[in-house]
């Protein structure tokens, strides 16, 4: 795997204080109680190095007052960042939209220890458009097609779309078949599912049905099936919990049904799933816009 030295984030990121204080007396122990993986004297050495501060840009110091639901802004940097080994690709773009497709292992956002080697500062970086924002996300472990704005002024327009479900959206899986399930065999799969333990993970418990998936299995072989995947909501891992409960976890997965011992990323072995299409209704013209990616799964 290789590593590239220290990696500052180029934008900031954005934590919201909540209404009460819970304890907090000073923005430092909000950040220390928000983020405990942080330490306190990084924290420290930041606001020295004027890397914490308001949304106005006033510098925010180890004895400033917790503010009720006041933003801060800071920025991310890891010591050593991984740097992923595959490039994504851009499929269209145009005044208000860029649609790209992202590699497996690639994170759409800063995120851990990743801040330069994510989907997004690729992009800025590649086009120069400091403006990007995603308009949905994917998984790390999820390859395929991603929509990001490019006008602030409409972003809330594409932004609601996804909000209202009003975004057709299609992967491909592959997974081990279960027993006697065949080509041509269909599921509908609708639960309820919450964060669970450790808290990057999803689990499926009693309750109202917030996550619905439409699957179905079009191709066999070797004992191996080839999956089209509809999400109907949005749920973080939806997929890969839906597959892992009808007992045909994707292949390569390390998640569900039981979580794997963290190891480094094998690039030989990347999760067969792929966000492969996706189509709406534009808001601003009324066309039907669609986008498909190339990329295919390896079984």
């Given at each position: ?6 990696a ?22 909000f ?6 993986h ?17 949304a ?15 933003r ?5 940097e ?8 595959f ?15 992202k ?16 989907l ?52 491909r ?35 109202e ?16 099936g ?22 045909m ?8 049904p ?12 990347p999760?067969q ?20 990616s ?6």
């Amino acid at each position: 795997m290789s590593i590239s030295t220290m990696a500052i984030a180029p934008n900031p990121s954005v934590v919201s204080m909540p209404a009460e204080p819970a304890g907090c007396l000073t923005v430092l122990d909000f950040l220390v109680c928000k983020f405990p993986h942080i330490p306190v004297e990084l924290w420290q050495q930041r606001m020295a190095e004027g890397k914490v501060h308001w949304a106005d840009g006033t510098a925010i110091g180890p004895d400033s007052l917790f503010a009720p639901q006041q933003r801060i802004f800071y920025y991310r940097e890891v010591a050593q960042e991984p740097q992923i080994p595959f490039e994504e690709r851009i499929l269209h773009r145009d005044d208000q939209l860029l649609v790209a497709c992202k590699p497996h292992f690639l994170p759409v956002v800063p995120r851990g220890i990743y801040v330069q080697e994510c989907l997004l500062n690729r992009l800025r970086r590649r086009t120069g458009i400091d403006s990007l924002a995603p308009i949905h996300r994917i998984d790390r472990e999820t390859a395929g097609l991603v929509l990001f704005s490019v006008d602030p002024d409409s972003r809330g327009l594409y932004q609601r779309l996804f909000a209202d479900g009003k975004v057709k959206k299609g992967y491909r899986a592959v997974a081990k078949l279960a027993d006697g399930v065949r080509a041509g065999y269909r599921w509908t799969v609708a639960n309820r599912m919450v964060t669970g333990s450790p808290r990057f993970r999803m689990q499926v418990v009693d309750g109202e049905v917030n996550a619905r998936s439409e699957i179905r299995c079009v191709e066999e072989r070797d004992g191996r099936g080839l999956f089209e995947l509809s999400p109907l909501t949005g749920k973080t891992h939806q997929l890969r919990v839906h597959m892992s409960g009808l007992g045909m976890p994707l292949l390569n997965e390390r998640y569900y049904p039981e979580l794997q011992p963290k190891t480094p990323d094998d690039y030989s072995r990347p999760l067969q799933l792929l966000a492969r299409n996706i189509s709406f209704v534009d808001p601003l013209t009324g066309q039907l816009r669609e986008y498909r990616s190339e990329r295919s799964l390896a079984w």
